[in-house]
């Protein structure tokens, strides 16, 4: 399991945008997918993104058509950028990475979208 770090998030305005980014310290061997979580205060944890290391996308209808996953050739960095935020996109954004050896989380990057 290797720690991943998240960063990006932020206050902003409804309408408004932000980039997360998501990094590995090392290289992972074996991805399979590289995903984007996010929890809502007082709500379960949910899956937002995902993205193979291939490149197939996949969306939660809740941010299909703003959002936009994205990773590098190398597979060390991740990204979701965010566009036409709303009120309800207020979360906890979390980064997952999935590999043979298991599940690869980073702590969190809070994003508070303000009406």
């Known amino acids: 399991q290797v720690q991943l770090l998240e960063s990006g998030g932020g206050l902003v305005q409804s309408g408004g945008s932000l980039r997360l980014s998501c990094t590995t310290p090392?290289?992972?061997?074996?991805?399979?997918?590289m995903n984007w979580y996010r929890q809502p205060p007082g709500k379960e944890r949910e899956l937002v993104a995902a993205?193979?290391?291939?490149?197939?996308?996949n969306y939660a209808d809740f941010v299909r058509g703003r959002f936009r996953i994205s990773k590098d050739k190398a597979l060390r960095v991740v990204y979701l950028q965010m566009d036409s935020l709303k009120p309800e996109d207020t979360a906890t954004y979390y980064c997952?990475?999935?590999?043979?050896?298991?599940?690869?989380w980073g702590q969190g990057t809070l994003v508070s979208v303000s009406s």
């Open positions: 997952k990475i999935n590999s043979p050896w298991g599940d690869s």
């Open positions: 090392r290289t992972i061997a074996g991805i399979r997918t």
């Open positions: 993205i193979t290391s291939s490149g197939i996308t």
